[in-house]
């Protein structure tokens, strides 16, 4: 879960979704949904700090649990809900109804969180057979955003992060030597192997699981 949390917060960074890539998305909740018509549509949904709360749902028309909606200026940013374990094929089977099949594997750029610098090093662990499944817009967003878009987001990096360009290094990441990488590359590294939006779900046979959607847009206005 750890990792899952990890990915999540990754994956949420200056988020948003770009109109142009709704075809990978929650159908109850595509990524225009605004916070007030989720309130309003779920009476019982707590809200607080760009969040809502909701006990019990359906995505892609499957039975969920603690549904939580994360919001970053206004726009719906991420969906996170629990499957029941007796759920599982159902979902599986929804999601690559509506999707297609999985990916074969996925490796993004995962942020270093505990740096206050921006670093970024590339995670193959995440596609795990009949554990974790990923579905992702076509395109990295180095293809998908212009040259502008891809400027802007980096310099709001630079507001938001210590800024050092330096070699590679190395860490180790669960056990695994990894190359990471600082300021201007990290975020050409990241462009490259990060999407737009991301749909995935985690959990072995038998057991709950996680279902993740998340989107990632250029700064507004750009």
């Not at 109850?28 to 018509?37: L, S």
């Not at 610098?117 to 995670?123: A, E, L």
Request: with cysteine; proline share 5%.
């Amino acid at each position: 879960m750890k990792r899952l949390a990890v990915l999540l917060a990754a994956a949420l960074l200056l988020a948003g979704c770009a109109a142009a890539r709704r075809d990978v998305q929650v159908p109850e909740y595509p990524w225009d949904t605004t916070q007030q018509a989720v309130l309003q549509a779920s009476p019982d949904a707590e809200s607080a700090d760009g969040t809502v709360q909701i006990e019990s749902g359906a995505l892609f028309g499957v039975p969920v649990q603690g549904i939580t909606l994360t919001y970053s200026g206004g726009r719906l940013a991420g969906v996170v809900a629990t499957v029941q374990a007796q759920d599982r094929e159902t979902m599986l089977a929804a999601l690559q109804k509506a999707l297609g099949a999985p990916a074969d594997s996925y490796a993004p750029a995962v942020q270093n969180a505990l740096s206050s610098g921006f670093r970024v090093y590339i995670s193959d662990e995440m596609a795990v057979p009949d554990a974790a499944f990923y579905w992702h817009t076509p395109q990295p967003l180095a293809e998908t955003w212009t040259q502008e878009q891809q400027d802007a987001w980096t310099a709001a990096l630079r507001e938001h992060y210590e800024w050092e360009n330096q070699a590679p290094t190395t860490a180790m990441v669960n056990g695994v030597e990894k190359e990471v990488y600082h300021a201007d590359e990290a975020a050409e590294v990241y462009l490259e192997n990060n999407y737009e939006a991301v749909i995935s779900y985690h959990g072995q046979e038998g057991s709950d699981g996680l279902l993740i959607a998340a989107c990632q847009l250029a700064p507004e206005g750009s």
